[in-house]
């Protein structure tokens, strides 16, 4: 299974900045140490072109630039630098390399994953919440072009691809869900908690919301309920999948009081519901801030190991079984 990283994900902030950066490194040394069948690979960066599929063109000549204004900045809660601007594009970069993998099938294919990512909070036109670009979106529309695109090289009349967006941070996607307002072609569903950032929703496609405290039983029960709404209303041909560690009980920025155990059976539900319709799936690691690191690292190293278990199960499903030998 690939798992794609970049150096610059680690993007050196100011002294006693609140964001933990550490924890992408971190993440790569674990699934390194603990997953060999997990194959690193270097995040390219999105080009301006596949950055416009979802954002502004403003928006990307003021984070190539430098001018984004003060106020702007402080929005994001990162300062300007060139640093931070090539991070966030190897962050869109990683999930589009995630998607192509994932939808080409063959050894690597049917799940690959972004090792930093999910950045849902960015709109077309400004970045929020840690957010620069918003790589699920950015994605989406990137694979619906190359699918379509391949389809007509075949001669075929092709229809849109259709992307889920299941997103399960703790924070509601609110960019994502405002830049995919009125487009039937990509669903979003998110399940959040309901008092906490973003204070003004966007509405999405399936708004899911959870009160403070809410534990492993509830969260399920209303996770399994998403995916049954989700099953009758719409039939991806692609799933992004932002699997947020920060539902966590030891999260600082959560609210809510979910186990390891808990997030660890919410990816396999997941996986298991798009490995049951044979969908295609990239996922991303989304907000994670726990009071102690470990904690993150440790639930976000289970999504990891969940889905190369299911990425398995595509392999073995394309070996020929012994009576057609």
Known sequence: MHAYY???????????????????????DAVTAHLPGVALQVAPPASDAELALAHTPAYIDAI????????????????????MAERARRSVGATIAACRVAMAGGEGGGIAGNLA?????????????FCVFNDMAVAARLMQDEHARAASAMGANPLALRVAVIDLDVHQGNGTARIFQGDDSV??????????FPFRKEAGDLDVELPDGCGDDEYLAALEQALDTLEQRFAPGLVL??????????????????????????????????????????????????????????AQL??????????????KSLQPSPSSV
């Open 302 to 315: 289970a999504t990891w190991r969940v889905a190369h278990q299911y990425q398995q199960r595509w392999l």
């Open 117 to 129: 990512g999910g950045t849902h909070h960015a709109y077309a036109d400004k970045g929020s919440g």
């Open 187 to 196: 669903f979003t569903l998110s399940l959040h908690g309901a008092r906490n």
């Open 64 to 83: 190539a630039n430098g001018t984004l204004p003060a106020p702007a900045q402080r929005e994001i809660g990162f300062p300007w630098s060139p640093a």
């Open 6 to 28: 970049a150096d610059q994900f680690v993007l050196p902030l100011p002294e006693g900045h609140r964001f933990p950066m550490a924890k992408y490194r971190l993440l790569r």
């Open 241 to 298: 999948y932002l699997a947020g560690a920060d539902p966590h009980v030891g999260d600082r920025l959560g609210r809510l009081h979910l186990s390891h155990d808990g997030l660890e059976a919410r990816d396999r539900r997941v996986f298991d519901w798009a490995w049951q319709r044979r969908v295609p799936v990239a996922f991303a690691m989304g907000g994670g801030y726990g009071t102690d690191i470990a904690d993150t690292i440790k």
